[in-house]
Structures are given as C-alpha cells and as structure tokens.
C-alpha cells in the first residue's frame, strides 16, 4: 500500500536567482541516504538525517542533491530492487519526511533529484508476485521477462545471458502445482526481474510515478541502468563467456538498445509540463561518448554520467583526450558534459588514484594513501574547472578513502555473494561518513553504524577539517566558491589547450570578459610552466613557487590562475 500526503502537487519555490538551464553548471551531491545521517540511532541513514544536514550541503556550496533510492524495498540491493515506488521504505521514514526534505530543501535554493528505478522491479513487487502465485497462464507475466527453459525438459536457461552480479540471467520458477516452470530474466540479483517495456502497462506505470514525484516537488530523477530498458527482439544468444568484462566495450543485447530513445522522448514531454526546470540524469554505461550523446539530445535527457571520464588514470595524455571526445560528442547534441569522480559503485577515487593505474574502478588494495589524497585533490580542482555539470559523491569533499578491509561477514554488497560478476566490493565506498572527531559512530548517529567505520575515521570528520586551513573540506569549499563567482568558469562547451610540459594540462577558459587557467601536473616530479596570472587556488598548500617569471608545479597538483582576458 502506497503512503500519501494530503497536500497538493507542489510547484518549485527556488528563488529566481538560481536562474534558467541551472543544470548545465550545477554541482550536484549524491547522498546515499543509509550511510548519510541517521537520525533515529538505529543504525541507519534516514530522510530525517539528511533533512537535518541540509544547512551543511548548503553552505559547502552545492546546488542540488541526488538522493539514492528510500523507496519501499526488501533491500536485496541496497533499495535498488523497489516494491513500492510510491512509497518510502520505514527504514528511511515516510512519505511525510520525503515532503519536508523536498520542501526544506528548497527553502535552502537546494534541488532535489530522486533515482528512478525503471528497468527491473523487486520480486516482492505486486505484479511479480501475482505473476508467479497465478502460474503459466497469468497475464501479468507479460510485463516481465518470463520464457520456458531449453533443453530436454527446460532445465537449461533461455539463452546464454549473463547476470552482471554473477552467474545466469535467468531464474527457473516453480509452478502452484510444485512442478518445475518457465524462468524469468534478470540482469543484477535474482530478486530484480527485469520489465518487459514491449508491453504498454509497464509504460504506463512510469509515466504515473514520474507524475507522482513531480506532483511532490522534485527536480529530476536520476535513471538507474538507463541504457538497459530495451532488449533486443527474440533476446538472442550473445555467444561469449565472461560477459561482465565486455560492458562499456559493444552494443550489448540486453544494454544500450537504440529502442529506450522513445521512452525517454515521452518522459520528456511529461517533465516539460512541469514548471522550475526539472531535468533527468541517465547513468547509461555506452560503449563510447558518441553513444552517450544520444541519450541527451534536446527532445530526451538532460544530461548523462560521463563514465569514461570516471574511469580514466591520473594521466595527462588520457585525461586530455576523454575531455576531448566528452565536449565534442555534447557538442553537436547542445548538451552539458557531465565530470564524476567517484559513486556508491566505484572505489572512491582517492583511493583508486593511491594504486597503479589499469586495476579498474573496484579495487582491494589501500594503496598509497597519502599520494591517493594528493591527487584526488588535483584531480578534483581539474574536474571543476571543466566546462558542464559536476557530480560529487558523499564523503568526497572530506577526502575519504574506500574502506579495503571490511571483512566478509558485514558485507552486504549482492555481488559479493556471487561467482563471476562485479568484484562485489562497493561496500567499501558505502561505510557511513564521518561528522564528529569521537562520539558514536563518529557523529553519524546514536546507535552505531550499519558498516563499521575504520578506527581513525574521526580524524577526517567534518567537525575536525572545518575551518582548517589546508584541509580537503575547506578546498572544496573554496573550490566551489571559486566556481561559482568566477565568469569563465561553470558552463560552456570548450577548452583552448595551452603548450605544456610532458604530462602537464594547460587550458584556457574566457567568458564575460573574464579569463581562466587551469594546470595540472599529473607526474610525480616538480615542473615549471609560465605565471598565467594571479593564483586563485591550489590542490595543496605551497603547490606552485612564483620565481624568475616562471611557476614551479609541485608534483600531482593543479593550479587556478586568473587571467587577463586582453
């Protein structure tokens, strides 16, 4: 049963000043609400908790915030397998709590943009269980993937479809009669059949949630596996081994389908009925940028995580070509290109940076923490600087590294328990964030934490890197600041590269009379480059050295400048 509130359908209070197309600049925080704040000390991260660390997202400097799924769910994935998209799952509050973060939150002139979950249901979902306890002959069966088995009596799966979690795509059912049935697909954990979107009823029902949480006052949705909607007619053998390794590299049977455009094309009439610039964000793995670049033309999305941007090593030469491809495929379609770092699916970057380059986005190795943090910090002052819309992961700004030695009994990750798929180590990115220097859980609420938090984790809190001079915390701040008064910075559509050392990055930004450079030193020596300007900001305290009409870079650091614009 769905929870409702008696209000009436909200429109955006945002003041005027966030002004139009607020999103081709914006940074947008992503808040994993379990391992944010917990306000009732049961462990948990809730809607109260980050309702009542609104003030601190405000005046770090965001934008908006993207809040990963609270709906009611068995949490079989983290919330991710949904029963009730209407509704909040009790571990997180209500629907009462979701209204007064939104409404809070605007106050604030903070948006907020929920995760829709569009391409596989819970199997505890209404429909799924209805299509299971009515057998072969139900109707309902036609809004999911259910197909009979090959082999002599069915016992083999449909085809040779792989789950990214590990293992088959497909699941055998049982029959009411106790006799082996058809299978169903699934493309993460069993408990998430996928939905059929060849059927119409399954269209219809996200068009009403889209309107549900629209009508409450929300300011987009992220749209979790946007590339995975649409499979391919007759779902054909894919007639390779080790599937998971494959993504992000072809067009995929089950992925990345050029049949999700009209769905999207129809969610957007919907949005643009709506007033306050409400927008969607795809987290669509393509093959390439080019492919991403689809999903926002001006009739569909708004914009697109760019995860090959995520993915790319501390490397100059990488680095600089991604950018390249990033803004020129936006380019043609007049989409903002979107910066990430880091997620709740990837080891935080600090940590991937701290390890030699070519081990992937899940890593199980601490590395080396201090030189991981220093160029993090680089790494984050060039992400800003970027023409586009940038996306921050909780816990970032505190320079927060994955936990590695989690052991196995308090993981939770799903594909931990799988053979074959996903390293199943994004517990270590998801451990609760650190407020306070001591206290229980470290300021994250009363009653301990749901992951437990390293010894230490109190010396990267909030309270201990407030208004410390050099401190990650405040170079976001800063950073953030800077971004958003300065005229050449936020929004655009391209760099102009300026000669540079092997392994520095040199660009050039000019908008409203005013001029920007940015340089990074991705290697691990000292290097000079001309004085652009005045220094505006640095990764790490003392990481330029005026002398001689030349700057000296430290090594791993990126340098603001701002310059002339004559």
Same mark, same amino acid.
């Given at each position: 049963?769905?929870?409702?509130?008696?209000?009436?359908?909200?429109?955006?209070?945002?003041?005027?000043?966030?002004?139009?197309?607020?999103?081709?600049?914006?940074?947008?925080?992503?808040?994993?609400?379990?391992?944010?704040?917990?306000?009732?000390?049961?462990?948990?991260?809730?809607?109260?908790?980050?309702?009542?660390?609104?003030?601190?997202?405000?005046?770090?400097?965001?934008?908006?915030?993207?809040?990963?799924?609270?709906?009611?769910?068995?949490?079989?994935?983290?919330?991710?397998?949904?029963?009730?998209?209407?509704?909040?799952?009790?571990?997180?509050?209500?629907?009462?709590?979701?209204?007064?973060?939104?409404?809070?939150?605007?106050?604030?002139?903070?948006?907020?943009?929920?995760?829709?979950?569009?391409?596989?249901?819970?199997?505890?979902?209404?429909?799924?269980?209805?299509?299971?306890?009515?057998?072969?002959?139900?109707?309902?069966?036609?809004?999911?993937?259910?197909?009979?088995? /090959?082999?002599?009596? %069915?016992? *083999?799966?449909?085809?040779?479809? =792989?789950? &990214? $979690?590990?293992?088959? !795509? @497909? +699941?055998? #059912?049982?029959?009411?009669?106790?006799?082996?049935?058809?299978?169903?697909?699934?493309?993460?954990?069993?408990?998430?059949?996928?939905?059929?979107?060849?059927?119409?009823?399954?269209?219809?029902?996200?068009?009403?949630?889209?309107?549900?949480?629209?009508?409450?006052?929300?300011?987009?949705?992220?749209?979790?596996?946007?590339?995975?909607?649409?499979?391919?007619?007759?779902?054909?053998?894919?007639?390779?081994?080790?599937?998971?390794?494959?993504?992000?590299?072809?067009?995929?049977?089950?992925?990345?389908?050029?049949?999700?455009?009209?769905?999207? /094309?129809?969610?957007? %009439?919907? *949005?643009?009925?709506?007033?306050? =610039?409400? &927008? $969607?964000?795809?987290? !669509? @793995? +393509?093959? #390439?940028?080019?492919?991403?670049?689809?999903?926002?033309?001006?009739?569909?999305?708004?914009?697109?995580?760019?995860?090959?941007?995520?993915?790319?090593?501390?490397?100059?030469?990488?680095?600089?070509?991604?950018?390249?491809?990033?803004?020129?495929?936006?380019?043609?379609?007049?989409?903002?290109?979107?910066?990430?770092?880091?997620?709740?699916?990837?080891?935080?970057?600090?940590?991937?940076?701290?390890?030699?380059?070519?081990?992937?986005?899940?890593?199980?190795?601490?590395?080396?923490?201090?030189?991981?943090?220093?160029?993090?910090?680089?790494?984050?002052?060039?992400?800003?600087? *970027?023409?586009?819309?940038?996306?921050?992961?909780?816990?970032?700004?505190?320079?927060?590294?994955?936990?590695?030695?989690?052991?196995?009994?308090?993981?939770?990750?799903?594909?931990?328990?799988?053979?074959?798929?996903?390293?199943?180590?994004?517990?270590?990115?998801?451990?609760?964030?650190?407020?306070?220097?001591?206290?229980?859980?470290?300021?994250?609420?009363?009653?301990?934490?749901?992951?437990?938090?390293?010894?230490?984790?109190?010396?990267?809190?909030?309270?201990?890197?407030?208004?410390?001079?050099?401190?990650?915390?405040?170079?976001?701040?800063?950073?953030?600041?800077?971004?958003?008064?300065?005229?050449?910075?936020?929004?655009?559509?391209?760099?102009?590269?300026?000669?540079?050392?092997?392994?520095?990055?040199?660009?050039?930004?000019?908008?409203?009379?005013?001029?920007?450079?940015?340089?990074?030193?991705?290697?691990?020596?000292?290097?000079?480059?001309?004085?652009?300007?005045?220094?505006?900001?640095?990764?790490?305290?003392?990481?330029?050295?005026?002398?001689?009409?030349?700057?000296?870079?430290?090594?791993?650091?990126?340098?603001?400048?701002?310059?002339?614009?004559?």
């Amino acid at each position: 049963m769905s929870q409702h509130t008696a209000d009436q359908p909200q429109t955006s209070t945002l003041a005027a000043a966030t002004g139009p197309d607020w999103w081709r600049d914006a940074v947008i925080y992503q808040v994993y609400p379990r391992s944010f704040a917990d306000s009732n000390a049961d462990g948990m991260g809730d809607l109260e908790g980050v309702r009542s660390r609104l003030p601190y997202l405000r005046d770090l400097g965001v934008d908006a915030v993207w809040l990963s799924p609270f709906y009611a769910s068995p949490q079989a994935d983290a919330g991710y397998d949904v029963a009730d998209y209407r509704a909040v799952d009790p571990m997180f509050g209500n629907l009462l709590d979701a209204d007064a973060l939104i409404r809070d939150a605007h106050a604030l002139d903070l948006r907020i943009i929920v995760d829709l979950v569009p391409n596989h249901s819970s199997d505890q979902y209404e429909w799924f269980k209805r299509a299971l306890a009515e057998g072969p002959a139900s109707p309902l069966r036609e809004r999911y993937h259910f197909r009979p088995g /090959r082999g002599t009596d %069915g016992e *083999l799966p449909p085809n040779d479809w =792989e789950s &990214i $979690f590990g293992g088959p !795509a @497909w +699941t055998r #059912t049982t029959n009411p009669d106790g006799t082996p049935g058809d299978w169903y697909l699934h493309l993460f954990a069993p408990e998430q059949p996928d939905f059929n979107w060849d059927h119409p009823a399954v269209g219809d029902e996200f068009r009403s949630i889209l309107r549900f949480w629209l009508d409450m006052g929300v300011d987009g949705f992220r749209i979790d596996v946007a590339h995975g909607l649409v499979k391919a007619p007759g779902l054909p053998d894919l007639g390779a081994h080790d599937q998971v390794r494959l993504l992000g590299n072809d067009v995929m049977p089950f992925f990345d389908q050029d049949g999700v455009h009209a769905i999207y /094309r129809a969610w957007r %009439g919907i *949005l643009d009925e709506y007033a306050g =610039e409400r &927008i $969607f964000v795809a987290e !669509a @793995w +393509t093959p #390439t940028v080019e492919r991403t670049a689809l999903y926002v033309r001006p009739d569909e999305l708004h914009q697109a995580f760019n995860f090959q941007y995520l993915s790319a090593p501390w490397q100059a030469t990488e680095l600089r070509e991604i950018i390249d491809r990033s803004l020129d495929s936006m380019r043609p379609v007049g989409a903002p290109a979107t910066w990430v770092l880091s997620n709740h699916d990837v080891t935080r970057h600090a940590t991937r940076f701290a390890n030699p380059p070519g081990l992937g986005t899940q890593i199980r190795t601490a590395g080396d923490r201090e030189l991981g943090l220093r160029r993090a910090r680089a790494a984050t002052l060039l992400m800003l600087a *970027l023409p586009g819309s940038v996306y921050v992961y909780q816990g970032e700004e505190l320079g927060l590294p994955d936990v590695v030695d989690l052991p196995d009994e308090v993981r939770q990750d799903p594909s931990f328990f799988r053979a074959a798929g996903q390293d199943g180590f994004r517990d270590g990115c998801r451990v609760p964030i650190p407020w306070t220097v001591d206290g229980p859980s470290y300021g994250f609420g009363g009653g301990g934490s749901w992951l437990p938090q390293p010894e230490g984790w109190g010396e990267l809190s909030v309270q201990a890197q407030t208004g410390v001079e050099g401190s990650t915390l405040e170079l976001y701040r800063a950073a953030f600041a800077a971004r958003r008064s300065h005229a050449a910075l936020g929004a655009g559509d391209s760099v102009v590269w300026l000669d540079a050392p092997d392994g520095v990055l040199a660009f050039r930004r000019e908008s409203g009379g005013a001029g920007f450079v940015c340089t990074s030193n991705t290697t691990g020596s000292a290097v000079r480059v001309p004085v652009y300007g005045d220094v505006v900001l640095a990764s790490v305290e003392g990481g330029v050295v005026l002398a001689d009409g030349l700057a000296e870079l430290s090594a791993d650091v990126t340098v603001w400048w701002s310059v002339s614009s004559d």
